[in-house]
Nanobody, 124 residues
Framework: QVRLVESGGGSVQPGGSLRLSCEASGSTNYMAWFRQSPAPGKVREGIAALDGSGRSTYADSMKRRFTISRDKAKNILYLQMNSLEPEDTALYYC???????????????????WGRGTQVTVSS
């Protein structure tokens, strides 16, 4: 399995920006960002994914403010988040190792490797 370590989270005011990083130890092609909101009943939510060829896929409503990218030489995945809103408050996770089946891309149970997450809090 791939070891993943997220960083870059923190507290920011509404309208602010953050860039999250995920350092991967080991070889992986497919990587993605998910988040887990503290609100009751919320499931782990997919944000964006990047396959080995550099093709990005975004979950609905995420593309406008979030951008996924990767430094393959350093094996680091990034998530640039702009115009943050209080509803973006969550624990943000990096995932890797998706086995395929694009219709299941946002099913977090299909991803075998996870980091511990980095907390993002958006409040005034």
């Amino acid at each position: 399995q791939v070891r993943l370590v997220e960083s870059g989270g923190g507290s920011v005011q509404p309208g602010g920006s953050l860039r999250l990083s995920c350092e991967a130890s080991g070889s992986t092609n497919y990587m993605a960002w998910f988040r887990q909101s503290p609100a009751p009943g919320k499931v782990r939510e997919g944000i964006a994914a990047l396959d080995g060829s550099g093709r990005s896929t975004y979950a609905d409503s995420m593309k406008r403010r979030f951008t996924i990218s990767r430094d393959k030489a350093k094996n680091i995945l990034y998530l640039q988040m702009n115009s943050l809103e209080p509803e973006d408050t969550a624990l943000y996770y990096c995932a890797a190792g998706f086995p395929g089946g694009e219709w299941q891309l946002w099913n977090w149970l299909r991803w075998p490797s996870w980091g511990r997450g980095t907390q993002v809090t958006v409040s005034s």
